[in-house]
């Protein structure tokens, strides 16, 4: 079985500051993992995702991610923030059993202060 | 445009009423996902569908129903055994065997009156 844990629930962060927010999971198999953003009130919209190759993933709005495989994470990170950033991001990962399907984490609310 | 729809944006459900929400695609996507969303609780599976006729059940499939008739459809029944039915509903669509990449449509709120 698998499993995500999104550590922090909340992370407020300055305009223009960088931010990372932290995922790790466990699994027996190998996985796929995948970031999401949702904006309230909204569906989640694919930020970036983690198949195969280089370690180091780029998304979309500037975010970037970086799969460790010995810590099993998969930390999100941007270099700097913008107010239009504030959102809750979920981590997830996808393992084949039959079909693939999704864990989620619980998810973390970035919330940029101006 | 390829996306997801879902309607409607807001659904009230009265006591012991049972009301269904829409989910289409038009990505030509094998796998459609139905998900349940609680603050603080993620994303729960509520069903799943991998080929038109057939669906399976996920990890809170009580109180719930769907049907797959067609590629692009996949609605959820919201049923009155389902005693705490509000949350916001998420509908979701892949390419099957391919990574279980999946994208998302906007969601439907219920609310019980």
């Known amino acids: 079985a698998q499993s995500v844990t999104q550590l922090d629930s909340q992370v407020p962060v300055f305009e223009e500051a960088p931010v990372e927010l932290r995922c790790n999971y466990s699994?027996?198999?190998?996985?796929?993992l995948f970031w999401y953003v949702q904006y309230p009130n909204q569906g989640l919209q694919l930020l970036l995702k983690?198949?195969?190759?280089?370690?180091l993933v780029k998304g979309i709005n500037g975010f970037e991610a970086e799969f460790n495989k010995s810590q099993t994470s998969f930390h999100l990170r941007k270099p700097s923030v913008h107010i239009s950033d504030t959102a809750e991001y979920f981590c997830?990962?996808?393992?084949?059993?039959?079909?693939?399907?999704?864990?989620f984490g619980t998810g973390t609310r970035l919330k940029v202060l101006a | 445009d390829g996306g997801i729809t879902q309607s409607p944006k807001y659904l009230f459900r009265k006591e012991g009423q049972n009301v269904t929400l829409s989910c289409e695609q038009n990505?030509?996507?094998?796998?459609m996902y139905w998900y349940r969303q609680d603050p603080g609780q993620g994303l729960r599976l509520i069903y799943y569908?991998?080929?038109?006729?057939?669906?399976q059940k996920g990890d809170i499939a009580e109180g719930y129903s769907v049907s797959r008739e067609k590629k692009e459809s996949f609605p959820l029944t919201v049923t009155s055994a389902q005693k705490n039915p509000t949350a916001f509903y998420l509908c979701?669509?892949?390419?099957?065997?391919?990574?279980?990449?999946?994208?998302f449509g906007p969601g439907t709120r219920l609310l019980v009156l």
């Open positions: 997830a990962v996808s393992a084949f059993s039959g079909t693939y399907k999704y864990i």
């Open positions: 699994s027996s198999v190998s996985v796929y």
């Open positions: 983690y198949l195969s190759g280089s370690t």
């Open positions: 569908s991998q080929i038109v006729n057939d669906f």
């Open positions: 990505l030509n996507h094998d796998a």
């Open positions: 979701a669509s892949s390419i099957s065997g391919e990574s279980g990449t999946q994208y």
